[in-house]
């Protein structure tokens, strides 16, 4: 039988456990997800992207059919390159929706073999996003519940880092 490949693209910045949820989900129904971060020279992220592939590496080792890579430009080129027959994406609430599915039947339209799976986070990670959790770790509230552990340290040492040389 086919063996399916899907690659689960996004920034990662941080990496949450509304992610790791989809994580855990795709490596249940795809015999391979390989977890493709963006390499965007455009943005400026918090986490530079080797500090997002150690972390997200540390946190999917136990998953044994997960691999992460990274890609620059189309991804569904480096779909193809890869050899992968879907891409994985989480739709969290409608609002998600609209640009999920331009940015799916965008795909198509370059690379008709690829399909667009869509799988929900469980319901407690609905509302989680990363630009909320940079956000409020910034403004020193908690994560813990919304980032894995390593992932909260990581932003705290971010934190403090900015406030101490803001200072200096
Ligand atoms: O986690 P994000 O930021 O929502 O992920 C967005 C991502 C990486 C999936 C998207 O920006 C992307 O696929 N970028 C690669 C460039 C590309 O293929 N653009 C055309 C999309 S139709």
Same mark, same amino acid.
């Given at each position: 039988?086919?063996?399916i ?5 996004g920034?990662?910045?941080?990496l949450t456990?509304g992610? &790791?949820?989809?994580i855990e989900?795709?490596s *249940?129904i795809f015999?391979? /997800?390989i977890?493709a971060?963006?390499r965007?020279? $455009? ?12 972390m997200?590496?540390k946190m999917t080792?136990?998953?044994k ?10 991804l569904?080129?480096y779909?193809?390159?890869?050899k992968?027959q ?8 409608i609002?998600d929706y609209?640009?999920? &599915?331009q940015?799916a039947?965008m795909?198509r *339209?370059?690379e008709?073999? /690829?399909?667009t799976v869509?799988?929900?986070?469980? $319901?407690?990670y609905s509302?989680?996003s990363s630009?909320l ?7 020193g509230?908690?994560?813990g ?5 390593m992932?909260?340290e990581?932003l705290?040492?971010k934190?403090t880092g900015?406030i ?5």
């Amino acid at each position: 039988m086919k063996k399916i490949t899907a690659i689960y693209p996004g920034s990662f910045d941080p990496l949450t456990n509304g992610h &790791l949820d989809l994580i855990e989900r795709g490596s *249940k129904i795809f015999d391979r /997800l390989i977890v493709a971060i963006l390499r965007n020279s $455009e943005k400026q992220p918090l986490f530079s992207l080797s500090e997002r592939k150690e972390m997200l590496i540390k946190m999917t080792s136990h998953f044994k059919n997960v691999e992460v890579d990274t890609f620059q430009g189309l991804l569904v080129d480096y779909a193809v390159r890869r050899k992968a027959q879907a891409v994985l994406r989480g739709i969290r609430a409608i609002s998600d929706y609209e640009y999920e &599915l331009q940015m799916a039947l965008m795909n198509r *339209k370059l690379e008709p073999k /690829l399909e667009t799976v869509f799988m929900m986070p469980a $319901e407690a990670y609905s509302y989680l996003s990363s630009r909320l959790v940079r956000e409020i770790a910034r403004l020193g509230g908690s994560v813990g519940d919304l980032v894995p552990k390593m992932v909260e340290e990581r932003l705290k040492e971010k934190v403090t880092g900015s406030i101490l040389r803001r200072r200096a």
